[in-house]
């Protein structure tokens, strides 16, 4: 069965960067775009972004370039998202999601990534 | 980017009860509409997509309508498995934009 098994949760330093994975199985990681959302308590949910494995291709939302960068490792069918310059509104739960190759929307959803940053 | 909105945040509810909730799109995106259930602790799980079609698995005591800019959610004979969180989401343009979500409550 597809699957998406997140990195665990980070505590970080305002200021530094951190890098979450998103390992996949079950399906041909190649044929699905995976997205990025974040998640917190005041603003919801928010789409960061997706890329094609395949051919490493992203789009973004505005709100979120120069701040995280989407990756991929297609030999080990893992997605990864950057964040750089991270401050305390970057503590959230991160998510990726599988984009559907027929229903174009999020049809399978890693567990989720707690970031937090606090000095 | 296009807002939606729901309504509404919260809804008390009991148990066999048919309850339907609305979304509204600020702009049509025409039927792009996906529905997501959320449990506490939980990442989102799809429900619905193109506001009408049924995900794999999901029950049938789900079913979502509507067109244009205004879009629902009904849960038909409510069991105690469906108390969690509601978002819906457009999927016509980027940004990818969800709503603040409808979060059902047992009375």
């Known amino acids: 069965q597809v699957q998406l098994q997140q990195s665990g949760a980070e505590l970080v330093k305002p200021g530094t960067s951190v890098k979450l994975s998103c390992k996949a199985s079950?399906?041909?990681?190649?044929?699905?775009?995976m997205n990025w959302i974040k998640q917190t308590t005041g603003q919801g949910l928010e789409w960061i972004g997706i890329?094609?494995?395949?051919?490493?291709?992203?789009s973004y939302n505005v709100k979120f370039k120069g701040k995280a960068t989407l990756t991929v490792d297609k030999s080990s069918s893992t997605a990864f998202m950057q964040l750089s310059s991270l401050t305390p509104e970057d503590s959230a739960v991160y998510y990726c999601?599988?984009?559907?190759?027929?229903?174009?929307?999020?049809?399978?959803w890693g567990q989720g990534a707690s970031v937090t940053v606090s000095s | 980017d296009i807002q939606m909105t729901q309504s509404p945040s919260s809804l008390s509810v009991s148990l066999g009860d048919n309850v339907t909730f609305t979304c509204e799109a600020s702009e049509n995106i025409y039927g792009f509409l996906a529905w997501y259930q959320q449990k506490l602790g939980k990442a989102p799980k799809l429900l619905i997509y193109g506001a009408t079609n049924l995900e794999d698995g999901v029950p049938t005591r789900f079913s979502g309508s509507g067109s244009w800019t205004n879009y629902s959610l009904t849960i038909s004979s409510l069991e105690p498995e469906d108390i969690a969180t509601y978002y819906c989401q457009n999927n016509h343009v980027y940004p990818l934009t969800f709503g603040s979500g409808t979060k059902l409550e047992i009375k």
């Open positions: 079950g399906y041909t990681f190649t044929s699905n775009h």
């Open positions: 890329i094609n494995p395949g051919s490493g291709g992203t």
């Open positions: 999601a599988r984009q559907g190759y027929t229903t174009d929307v999020m049809d399978a």
